[in-house]
């Protein structure tokens, strides 16, 4: 297997196969990129799909990948890329399909709630999209028979000015077996069906309330009792719900968000290889300090996920070492500030980085060493020389130069300089406010 696969990340996401030509050729969803897409290159998989694999494998020349939020992220991303792209070997995604929304029908006077394909903009409103709509029907299903939000079920055209052939009234089942409020016999007045369609709207948005807490401990009772039948109608209830609360970010993906996502994983890939990890670099935190004569020192760490700026992970640190008078000193504020990073990691390793990124050259990687060792824990590192643009790696006595144009060295720069930027704005803004509260600043 190539070892190349190995960097790809445990995450959800689509992966794209493009021939040496650079055709997409076969686009795919995962819950794990990593272990689906080494799947494909298992000799004992070869023939499971008939002709299809062993037609595929030999034309792979390239293997883009893009990370979702969730996995119902990467099903409806799939779609719109084989849509876009048509891949030869996605044949079955080629026959217009498209994932269903639920339709909540505000526009009419006794809204209905049902599956659709189609999105029309007016008062009607529209969830989703569901790529698993069977678990979505039940949900429904469930939510109706148990009175949470009885809407009619019926496909009848009527409102308060235009009132229902009282003859289909009494064919209608659900009516004389009491399943549906009836607004078309007047059983439930106009205000109080709203109500339930507003419910009904609020729970699709998320608004779940206690629902959750209260299934769950049915499920449990029924379990305890010995009532499986009953515990998986609730256990199946739960799944629904966790399905329907996954975000849908792909309306992010334009196609230029598209084009940037695979360039971002190029470029991540790029940089794994040149610095020798075996793990995709996604998570990127990096490190740069700020002063005046060693006067509102400050150290700072920006955060990259998948290329991309994350400002809600941004840093900052009020340096508080002591720092020779009238100066400052790099080596000792980028030790403090990779230490408190460090130890918040320790708190949570959840938040560790796959790589850390410091601005400066050999004097910041025995810094950060030094802060490593004070932590004792450790994370990847590297460091980017501003003078020459070298790459410092610990116990590396030369830097590695990569020429001008390379997606690696174009990526460490452009987070350099974000850090860089980050970490003067901060410093000046307390500069400013230090100005204000005691006057001019003295030389």
Not at 150 to 163: H, T, Y
Not at 254 to 268: F, P, S, V
Request: positive net charge.
């Amino acid at each position: 297997m190539d070892p190349r696969l190995d960097i790809l990340p445990n995450k959800p996401g689509v992966y794209i196969m493009r021939s040496k030509e650079g055709t997409i050729i076969y686009v795919g969803k995962a819950k794990n990129l990593s272990d689906r897409v080494k799947q494909y290159f298992q000799e004992s998989n070869l023939y499971s799909r008939g002709w299809k694999l062993p037609c595929l494998l030999p034309l792979i020349a390239k293997i883009d990948y893009i990370t979702t939020a969730s996995e119902r992220d990467a099903l409806v991303l799939e779609e719109k890329l084989i849509k876009q792209y048509q891949p030869f070997f996605n044949s079955l995604g080629k026959d217009g399909k498209s994932y269903p929304y639920l339709k909540l029908t505000m526009g009419e006077d006794f809204p209905r709630l049902h599956l659709t394909r189609r999105v029309v903009r007016g008062k009607d409103l529209y969830f989703g999209p569901y790529p698993k709509s069977s678990i979505v029907k039940s949900l429904m299903r469930f939510l109706w028979k148990s009175k949470y939000a009885p809407l009619r079920p019926c496909k009848w055209n009527f409102s308060r000015e235009k009132e229902l052939d009282p003859r289909k009234i009494n064919t209608c089942i659900y009516y004389h077996t009491g399943q549906c409020p009836a607004p078309c016999a007047g059983k439930i007045s106009y205000e109080d069906y709203r109500k339930i369609a507003e419910r009904m709207a609020q729970f699709l948005e998320g608004h779940f309330g206690n629902i959750t807490e209260n299934i769950t401990r049915l499920m449990k009772e029924h379990s305890a009792k010995w009532e499986y039948e009953q515990a998986a109608v609730y256990r199946n209830f739960l799944h629904a719900l966790a399905h329907m609360q996954e975000r849908v970010l792909v309306g992010q993906f334009k196609d230029d968000k598209i084009t940037t996502a695979m360039e971002n994983t190029d470029k991540l890939k790029r940089l794994a290889q040149v610095i020798g990890l075996n793990k995709l670099p996604a998570h990127i935190e990096a490190f740069d300090n700020s002063h005046l004569f060693g006067r509102e020192a400050v150290g700072c760490v920006v955060c990259y996920i998948n290329g991309e700026k994350n400002h809600e992970h941004y840093r900052r640190f009020k340096i508080r070492s002591k720092l020779p008078e009238r100066g400052g000193s790099d080596f000792t504020m980028m030790e403090e500030s990779v230490f408190r990073r460090l130890r918040q990691i320790k708190k949570d390793p959840s938040q560790a980085p796959d790589l850390i990124l410091l601005d400066g050259g050999k004097s910041q990687i025995t810094a950060a060493l030094n802060a490593f060792d004070r932590a004792g824990i450790y994370i990847p590192f590297i460091s980017l020389a501003e003078t020459h643009e070298g790459i410092y790696l610990p116990g590396a006595e030369e830097s590695i130069k990569l020429p001008i144009g390379d997606p690696a060295l174009n990526l460490l720069m452009e987070i350099r300089d974000e850090v860089h930027r980050f970490a003067i704005t901060y410093h000046r803004t307390l500069r400013n406010k230090d100005t204000l509260s005691n006057g001019p600043m003295s030389a």
